[in-house]
């Protein structure tokens, strides 16, 4: 029975053997490390590309419009004509705005255009307003707070 069960055994090991050398030489073909000594080719890097610009429109150049004085009448006033005139170097804006209204008579505006989007300050005599709004070649809208309930708004369109 001893030889029977060596047997039994002998065949067990050869099958095992057998069974790990087939799983070996499968799980060779893989696309995981390579034997040692052999190297892969590099796999390139794409250049990094460089963002594009967002394009700034040109608002150099005289404006007309409306103040909007947004609120309550009573409160905020009532609407009046507006006017501008900005330089501008790159993305950076500079100019006066006036108006009819009592408040805003005349500004000077300092700011900066990221692509439309506009942004910068209001400067009332000592007092600064921060300014949001978008400006395009044609067109070109301010938005600031004043007073306590009064959101203003300018709507220029650029004269010839």
Request: glycine residues 12%; hydrophobic residues 30%; contains cysteine.
């Amino acid at each position: 029975m001893d030889t029977e069960v060596q047997r039994i055994r002998a065949r067990s090991s050869s099958r095992l053997i057998a069974i790990v050398a087939a799983s070996s030489l499968l799980t060779g073909c893989d696309d995981g490390p390579t034997a040692p000594g052999t190297r892969q080719p590099a796999t390139p890097i794409a250049p990094q590309s460089t963002p594009t610009p967002i394009p700034v429109p040109n608002v150099a150049g005289t404006w007309n419009g409306t103040f909007h004085p947004g609120g309550l009448a009573e409160l905020c006033g009532s609407e009046s004509s507006a006017a501008a005139k900005f330089s501008q170097d790159g993305s950076h804006l500079t100019g006066t705005v006036t108006t009819q209204h009592l408040q805003f008579r005349s500004s000077t505006f300092e700011g900066s255009l990221q692509g439309s989007h506009l942004s910068g300050t209001l400067r009332v005599g000592t007092e600064t307003r921060s300014v949001t709004g978008s400006a395009f070649s044609n067109n070109l809208t301010m938005r600031f707070g004043f007073g306590l309930f009064c959101q203003g708004r300018i709507d220029l369109n650029r004269l010839p």
